[in-house]
């Protein structure tokens, strides 16, 4: 098969590999479509995200469908040949999180393009059956690749607790915040107020969920928001969110920032007794994905702005760099389908 490999930062090349064979539990994947997310973007640009450092080479790319083609043992047979959505995570099922039921949280996580572990920008991929989902054909192999940031949304969404009439603030209106707001519209929020710093990220916000997209600096005063769900980052947006939550509101962080540090307003946090937590990844989203897809409440289609072949990944990986980009899909089993 041919992978697409990062051997150093800005350095990618195309290798001819075996086809990897599926031990028991494992299923293997011919895979569709592949999602570019923006911590591909970041190992290819810098070599690392915080703690995780690519020192040997590694394949990219965890926003993955396709179709399974072998089982192994353990595996029922009937399984071949059906179209799924992978969930790229191998945990302990033994670990105290994953018997909790949190096994997103597993000390012992093997994550699909996280150093030193390979990603699925190949023509085939292995993962344990219960992590790839069943989808419907009447779901596209791009939308289905997408089930794991949606994932991330879902996730947030939950933890913010978003529920009927609740009015919600959405800081960053990138892929996850823009699913953000759609999850929180199919949650029954039915005000939504996101901000970007860029004009045509609040105006695709518009269309797909938002009430209102405005500025960090345009919030309107008296917000007093149920949820503020941060996919930024940025430590002034996440100020600002903090101070536009109402007593007892609940603050989810998601973004990943430049720094693992930052000035929280304690005080304030205290007083109102708002509920601050984070969000690492996921755990038993799929279902609900699916569903939010196959009903309509999200549209995953449309927010695929840009297609690429395997022998494109560098061009994709930069793609979040072309105005009004949102979301780039790779397709490993072709080439030069740039659109």
Not at 1 to 6: D, F, I
Not at 296 to 303: N, R, S, W
Not at 312 to 333: H, M, N, W
């Amino acid at each position: 098969m041919t992978a697409s490999v990062l051997k150093a930062p800005g350095e990618l090349t195309l290798e001819r590999r075996d086809v990897p064979t599926p031990e028991a539990g494992q299923v293997l994947v011919q895979v569709s479509a592949v999602g570019v997310c923006g911590s591909d973007a970041h190992y290819y640009r810098h070599g690392r995200i915080g703690d995780y450092v690519v020192t040997e080479p590694l394949v990219l790319g965890h926003e993955a469908a396709g179709r399974i083609v072998a089982v192994g043992a353990d595996v029922p047979t009937g399984r071949v040949g059906e179209r799924v959505s992978i969930e790229p995570q191998q945990p302990d099922p033994d670990s105290a999180p994953s018997r909790r039921g949190e096994y997103n949280l597993c000390p012992h996580m093997r994550f699909y393009a996280t150093p030193p572990v390979d990603g699925a920008l190949a023509e085939y991929v292995l993962i344990g059956s219960a992590f790839a989902h069943p989808i419907p054909d009447t779901v596209s192999d791009e939308a289905a690749a997408l089930f794991e940031p949606l994932s991330v949304a879902i996730a947030a969404t939950r933890k913010a607790a978003v529920g009927v009439g609740d009015r919600v603030l959405i800081a960053g209106a990138g892929p996850v915040g823009l699913l953000c707001a759609q999850v929180a519209s199919a949650a029954g929020a039915t005000e939504i107020v996101v901000t970007d710093i860029n004009p045509d990220r609040c105006s695709a916000a518009l269309r797909f969920g938002a009430t209102t997209a405005v500025g960090p600096d345009e919030l309107p005063i008296d917000l007093d928001a149920d949820s503020f769900i941060d996919a930024s980052g940025a430590e002034p947006a996440i100020g600002a969110g903090i101070a536009a939550v109402r007593p007892g509101g609940r603050v989810v962080l998601v973004g990943m920032g430049s720094s693992s540090t930052m000035t929280f307003p304690v005080a304030l946090i205290q007083n109102r007794e708002l509920i601050v937590t984070g969000v690492f990844r996921y755990a038993n989203t799929w279902p609900a994905a699916r569903a939010l897809v196959t009903s309509g409440k999200v549209d995953l289609d449309a927010m695929v702005t840009a297609r690429f072949g395997l022998d494109e990944v560098a061009q994709a990986l930069d793609a979040d760099r072309t105005a009004g980009s949102i979301k780039a899909v790779i397709f490993p089993g072709r080439t030069g389908v740039t659109s």
